[in-house]
Structure formats: C-alpha cells, structure tokens
C-alpha cells in the first residue's frame, strides 16, 4: 500500500533563506507527483505537478525535484517570504490507481 | 471562471439530521472528487468519479453518499449525520487521473 510522508511537520525559517521540503513515498511505482499549498481555513492550490518521465518542475521561485527510485520529492523555496508561510502537501498518484495518495503536509512558518 | 464551487462555506448540522454539500466546477472536467481533511490526519478520499453517471468509493465512504447527473455536478449527501463526520470537506476536479487537481474553498462541517 503506498504511503506518503512528509518530514519534519512544522517547519520555521527566517525571511530570505532558502528551503527545502521533504516529500517520500513507499512504492516507486507512481505516474505523477503533485505539490499543494493550503493556507489556514481555504482550499488546497497547486503548485507544481511532475510526471514520473521529469526529474524537475519549475514555477518562479519554486522547485520540485522527483527521485522515483528512492521515493522521493523535495519542494525548493528560493528566497523565502512571509508570504510562503502556509502548508504545504505533497501528493502521489499510483501507476494502478486513480486516487491519489496525500501526505499530512509540513507546516512553514517565515519568519519576519 | 469560478473553477470549482461549493456551498455551504460553514455549516452546523444535528446529529441525525441530514444535509447535502454542493459541488460544482466549470471546467468541463471529467473526474471529481469528494475528500475530507481531519487535523492532523490529511486528506481522506471520500467518494470519487471518473464521469457523469459513474462513481466509486475511496478510502472512507461510509456515512455518505453521491451521485454524478451531470458534469459539472458532484453533490456529497451525509445521511444519518454523527460527530464523527465533522471535518472539513473539499472537492476537487480533474481532466483526469493523470492531471493536476484543482480544489474547491471547501466545507466546514460541525456535528452536534
């Protein structure tokens, strides 16, 4: 059964640095790989989606790395903000499935 | 372009009683999906569909119901309601599996 996890929960960085998030996964076996932003009381908006053919997405300041065969992703802040501070899920969709599998998010705190 | 839609925002039902949580997106997508998110806990595929007329159970269906007429529509019925199915409830659409997944503002579900 794939599992999804995200390490370390809660996460607080001082404005300006730049941030990596963990995203790993048990089963190597998946089509895509999608990065979410929720903030406190809204919806989830996507960030990044990766198919299991890219090593890499990029959108502005954000870049989302995927190792399939060690079952991993990392989302990459450059040049955090205030703004950034929000959750952050990682999702996978399995090669045999239609649903995709949620990780419990890391929560980032930029620190003014 | 609303994207996806739901009704109500916030929402106190009674224990027993019934309700029906609205969906709707206007992106001609195929696939919806009906999650619940718990503190702590993540997002939890309640029901989904891949097209009018079909649906599926995911990982947490009992309690709740659905049906898929049109398109566009993708209402959650909760029948029978109890203080176990207070949450916070998203719904989302896609092209397909294999696409990004856009999510409704969600919601928030009280059960007294």
């Known amino acids: 059964k794939q599992e999804v996890t995200q390490i370390p929960a809660a996460l607080s960085v001082p404005e300006g640095e730049n941030l990596v998030l963990n995203c790993s996964f048990t089963?190597?076996?998946?089509?895509?790989l999608q990065w979410f932003r929720q903030d406190p009381g809204k919806g989830l908006t996507s960030l990044l989606l990766i198919q299991s053919s890219q090593r890499e997405q990029t959108s502005g300041r954000l870049n989302a790395s995927l190792d399939k065969s060690s079952g991993r992703s990392t989302l990459y802040i450059a040049a955090s903000q205030p703004g950034d501070s929000a959750t952050y899920l990682c999702?996978?969709?399995?090669?045999?499935?239609?649903?995709?599998?949620f990780g419990k998010g890391t929560r980032l705190h930029i620190l003014p | 372009n609303a994207g996806v839609t739901q009704t109500p925002k916030f929402h106190i039902l009674k224990i027993g009683q019934s309700m029906t949580l609205q969906c709707t997106q206007d992106m001609n997508h195929n696939y919806m999906y009906w999650y619940r998110q718990d503190p702590g806990m993540g997002l939890k595929l309640i029901y989904y569909s891949v097209g009018a007329g079909i649906t599926d159970k995911g990982e947490v269906p009992n309690g709740y119901n659905v049906s898929r007429s049109t398109t566009e529509d993708f209402p959650l019925r909760l029948e029978l309601a109890a203080p176990s199915q207070t949450s916070v409830y998203f719904c989302?659409?896609?092209?397909?599996?294999?696409?990004?997944?856009?999510f409704g503002p969600g919601t928030r579900l009280t059960v007294l």
């Open positions: 989302a659409s896609s092209q397909s599996s294999y696409n990004e997944q856009f």
């Open positions: 999702a996978v969709r399995p090669s045999r499935d239609d649903k995709i599998i």
């Open positions: 089963d190597s076996a998946i089509y895509n």
